[in-house]
Every structure is written in C-alpha cells, then in structure tokens.
C-alpha cells in the first residue's frame, strides 16, 4: 500500500505530483502503447518521479488481476537479448530501464537521460519496491513445464487471447524451439478442453490419431505446418511448426509427462 515512494532510498526526493491511471486513461499516459497492457487486464497504475542530484528516475507500478498477468506483462515487455535477474517472479535491469513482477504486480523504472548508465539507482529501487510487495514470487506453472532440449527458455510466452492466431485457443502459453513451437492452454475442465480438440478437429480435417494423453491428432496447415494437438485432462497442447525430420510425439510426450 503507497507504494511507489521515493524515500525507499536515501537521498531521494519525489518530483511533481504521483501519478494515477485507471483503464480508460491509460492511453493518455502510455502514448497509444496502452493496448499492450489492457490486453493482459490491466486494472490501475500508481506512479511517481524520484530524482536525486541530476538522476531522474519514473517508475510505475501497474496492478493487474492476478499473478498470472503480472508476469504475461513482464514477459512481453523483457528484452529477450539480455538475461533475467531474480526479483520477484522475475525482473530485468538494463542502463536505463528495470522491470519486475510479484504477485499481481508489474513494476517499471525508466531513467532520463537513458544515455547514461542508472542500473544500479534502478536496481536498488526495484528490490526496495519488491521488498513490500506481497504476493507470489513463484514463476506460473505452465512456464515450467515446456521441455528443456531445444527450447529458446526467453521466449516463453503468456499469449491472451488467440494462441497460434486460433481463436479455439482463447489463452495459454507459447515457447519457440530450434525446431517449432509449443504452445499449452488450460480449460476449465476436461469436457470443455475435449469441446476444444474436437473443434481443432474439424478446423484442420484429415487429422491422423496419435497415442498421447487423453486423446492426441497430427495434421498439416497451410501456416502452422506440422501439428500435434494432445489433451491431458484439462490441458490442450502440443507443437506447430515442426520441421521436416522431426517426430513431434517425441517432444510432446517429455511435454505431457511435466504436466500435473
């Protein structure tokens, strides 16, 4: 509660007035960038500007409407190029920029002039702020249970709606690998993820049964290529994509049997 303050740190002062933006002002505040944060259910953003000295740091705190969010925004906003640091669920620190999600909470820290070097202001704040946060510091499940061999482990995704651009998978989590991707979608039971492989079913046509899980398909799309779909319980996953030479049944069974 309160936060974001920039006496957490000594020697730093709040410049202007804190910040509040609801769903419907966002826009204003983000420069037409609001999309990218409504989607995953954006709810309310607190915020201020903290300078010490020359050093100017705005840093935002968005609340979201659970943790599973929080670390979807994280995901699409973190540079895939540089590493991860463990705050929170997780978080980033580059020379001008830091972010971190816990809990139901994305936090963001952009310094000015983002010519110079403010990672270590950056980090400092980000571990005072994550400090008094409560909630999970746990990554989400589904992001643990891709297999390890051949996955680019920074491009693991909280997609919001449309995984694979199908609308039958409204929301789930999408990986690359050096030979596809794979994605997972979690139902909310096992009749209602059996409704979806049915109707995944009909959409590809000419599908070739597989022995996976609950009930399992192989087909071939015109955009997605090589596909497996497979359901185990509730969960509706598999791999697109698959290039030429690769038995997609053998990554996906490493898949199903990580799954709860």
């Known amino acids: 509660a309160g936060l974001p303050r920039c006496e957490l740190l000594p020697g730093w ?13 966002l826009y204003d505040y983000m420069n037409g960038n609001s999309e990218g944060y409504l989607i995953y259910g954006f709810q309310k953003m607190t915020g201020v500007t903290c300078k010490s000295g020359t050093e100017s740091l705005v840093i935002d705190i968005s609340e979201m409407p659970d943790a599973e969010s929080a670390w979807g925004l994280f995901a699409s906003n973190r540079d895939t190029r540089q590493p991860v640091e463990q705050i929170g669920m997780a978080g980033q620190v580059v020379p001008a920029r830091g972010i971190f999600a816990k809990g139901s909470r994305f936090v ?18 980000l571990k005072a702020i994550e400090a008094r946060l409560e909630g999970t510091a746990d990554l989400p499940a589904p992001a643990g249970w891709f297999p390890a061999e051949g996955l680019d482990a920074a491009s693991i995704r909280l997609i919001p709606q449309s995984v694979l651009g199908l609308s039958l998978l409204k929301r789930g989590y999408l990986a690359k690998y050096s030979y596809g991707r794979a994605f997972v979608v979690r139902h909310a039971s096992a009749e209602a993820g059996s409704g979806t492989m049915a109707k995944l079913r009909q959409r590809f046509g000419g599908t070739q049964p597989a022995e996976l899980g609950d009930e399992a398909f192989q087909a071939s799309d ?32 490493a898949f199903a049997a990580r799954m709860p």
């Open 13 to 25: 002062t709040q410049a202007g007035p804190a910040r509040t933006y609801a769903e419907d002002t």
């Open 108 to 125: 963001e820290i952009s310094a000015s002039p983002a010519s110079d070097d403010h990672s270590e202001s950056i980090r400092a704040f």
């Open 222 to 253: 015109r955009y997605l290529g090589r596909v497996l779909f497979f359901r185990k319980g509730a969960l509706v996953a598999g791999f697109a994509n698959v290039q030429d030479g690769v038995d997609p049944l053998v990554p996906a069974k």
